[in-house]
């Protein structure tokens, strides 16, 4: 039943996340004061995998991994950027969106991750708008086509160059037979409110719409004529400037490389651990709480730069999960276990709320709730193993409350004498950390019940133990001792024997109760749709149109119905 | 690529959605007073198509399209009944949920226009109580299982037998590796707001969750002992009838059997006509406005009965809607036309404002909505045609909302003298018909522009032409008569060109802007994981979940997660 994987075009068996400008090969990012240029400029042969180009800045999951890098280091190493102008180097194209043949070449999974992390970006660009007041302004001078203007869409405003060729399209669906699917349709009609007909027009008209029809349909948000093309940017960039939160002059800090060591079995990171344990389909994420107090000021934060354990922490995690998602499809469940000292995790939460106003605690902050998004969109059981010297406290607490399930250790064990297991709820629980669906965990845990949420922020800064947790709904499971091992081991071996494809069914509808947002019907509804496509044959069959394109063979369709 | 339909049971060649009471082989429906007892007991012989049995009260598609007449039946024939006591007449078993050979035997298409209209049928229960304060209780006496519980949840109130053996579960993950995919998910967690983890735990244990823990957990309402059910039953069914909105002896009317003219490709009804383009897949829908004014008083409504034009339509509507989406797969496009009197369709929706309060008023808009809401949820490409003659007003112009696309003709026709195409807003375009979304059609057109709204609302009563509806943003295009017929000819043939599957991705989600709800959730969210798991080889494979069920084989998964 296996599809093959394609082989990686750098030699490599794993898909790494890690880059950094020295090494980009499609992006050129300069920074001038306050406004940072990034300027997509794809290397047609600096593929991901083997077998296709990078045409027409095209792109595959190596572009958008840089892009996302460069995003973060936007925030974290250039402080004071304000506006980001997203360009494309290339003469008559901005965009020509995700490259048609890697994945007609691609096994479903990967389009499904390739889309879901490219998604994830989309949502970070929106997100350093929201929190950090980075804008983007997106100059579409030449074609933006399908991922290319779903890229446009995440930007606070699309510049269209008025010269009777320049357009925006999405023609997935004529061209393709797929859907716009990163994001592209939620924010036709959600973001841009393009009316519904209008959207039906636009995304069937494989040509798109340019000029002044694309400022009245709402799809961007104004045309300029070439020749006073950078007249009008600078004049845009001077007016969201001016709009902007972002400290004038900070010093940023550099995003150093992580210090990570792989072995077959595990990857040690400096924070935490990943073990695999490969037949029985499990991931043990461990994470360790800080070695010591947190520093004396905001200043002394920004010098130990990312070095700063809650950065280092959050950097080493985000990595640890993407790594799975990409690689270890075979991972069943993930688990999360933690040991330190709890107090010293909530030392931490108070030092960021504390300085929540300096430019680097609000980055930090920000990062840790698009990584704890992420673990709500990882498609692997999550499990949380509260067990004895663990330091689930705070935002360490989110992962208990991001999994499926959680199981806490009653009292000692004998022959231990780690402290007993203790989780600690803080501020940071209670709203910091939203999950997609805009609501904190606890309060998606406890929609039933806004007493039991009440309840449970009674106890804010306790030492929690599992039978009080228990009670409080915090945990769903407290063991004792002589329970504790088999009854976790009886469910993993369960998880594991259930079907992956129902699992990830059951768990993208269980994570999500209560209302939507724009980012969570992305997720939900059109990502669901798309994944479906991406199994019909109409698009992936042979005789399929991502097969068939460019062969100069038609497409055969099924033409029923569903 | 296409799978083969199976043989229907009664010979036919089609699926007919027409039923009464005297047809049923499933259901027993007792009215006494205020409390109608339906009663489930399946006949297993008396399946939709060959090759299964409906043991242990499972069902098919057949089996809901008795339960869906039996409720719109409470409601227009017996309008004093408060209270459904939902039951069943097998011993030790409720109801086992969805067939599973059934299942395993059915075309993807088949399995997810089931899941569709049993969401549907599930959906009006809840109406039935939200509107027209029709309460049903469900009373478990036995096992509950996947599509039984499903059902339950649907039910205002449920009472679960406290034997040491009655349960309820949703074993679809365990068992069949595929959702619980008729609402079961969402209203585990957005309507009872069972807390994510236990759902979790509920949702893959196989055997289900009973007694005490079941109302902890929120899964029933009560547990009552055997010896005490009949008493409890009464009990509660007293408190929903204290609370019902309902006439307390209001007389009913019958649902008569529709008029209906099958040809090979057309289908005659009172008031509209289907006519099928086979070759150009398309299916025609005309809808004729009233021949006569409105009756004269309420009571008159009454005596005209399922003869009233409003209802008569309705009726004739949906049935046409459905036979399409079950019997017409191959139909790309439906297209609205009508044809009669705007005035005259006004005229029919001032009379049933004024009468609103009136149940018999009040159970037709509430038919109407629901009617709506299938259409938009219908897989197929919707097209309204305004044209001379036509009468697209009021109720009728929500067709035309409710379309992908809409195209009105301007001005006149050479040698043609039916009045100019127009379109008529009414007070009912402003609220009275939610989409799915919680929005009318008008408010989810006009996402982006409240103002756009408020203009729209001033013309009411007033006959549109092509360019004023085309400003005030209700058309999508106005064409000229030298236009007309080439345009819509091009757009119909590029329509039919496109991808079947891409095109109900794209229409499932440009339709559906803004907010979203329970009911949202279950048709975008849930149905579209579903959809997806549906043609997973674990689920629908050879060694698939579904297929080896029961064959003593247990399934080989493809363990890799997407």
Redesign the interface.
Known sequence: ??EAERKLNNGNSRIDFQTDPSKYRHWKLAVDGEVATLLMDVDEKGTLFEGYELKLNSYDLGVDIELADAIERLRFEHPQVKVILLRSGKPRVFCAGANIRMLAGAT??HK??FCKFTNETRNGIEDASEVSGLFTICVINGTAAGGGYELALATDHIMLVDDGSSAVSLP???LL???PGTGG??R???K??????????F??TEEGIKGRRAVDW?LVDEVVPSSRLEEAVAKRAREFTARSSRPAAGKGIALTPLKRERSADAVEYSTLSVEFERAS?RATITLRGPEAPPPASAEAMVDAGAQFWPLRLVRELDDAILDIRANE????AIIFKSSGDPAQVLAYDQFLEANKKHWLAREIRAFWKRVLKRVDLT??SLVALVELGSCFAGTLAELVFA????YMLIGQRDGDNKPPASLVLAEVNFGAYPMPNGLSRLA??????AGALEKANRPIGEMLEAETAENL?LV?FALDDIDWEDEIRVFLE???S???????????????????TMES?IF???S??????F?????V?EEG?LKRYGTGQK?A??????
Do not use: Y
């Open positions: 039943m296996a479903h999974a499904v991750n997935e669906l004529p037979a797929v859907l349709l939620t036709v009609t959600d841009r409110k393009v009316r519904r007909d209008r959207a039906d027009v995304c069937t709402r389909r499809f075979d991972t069943a498609s692997r999994s499926d399930r959680s998606s845990r406890f929609l039933a019940d709904g769903t369960e998880r594991a259930f079907s992956s494809d129902a699992l990830t069914g059951l768990e993208a509808n269980l994570r999500f109760g209560g209302p939507e019907k939900a509804r059109l669901a749709w798309q994944n479906w496509i199994q019909r044959a109409n698009a069959g149109a497409p369709f099924d033409t029923r119905r569903v």
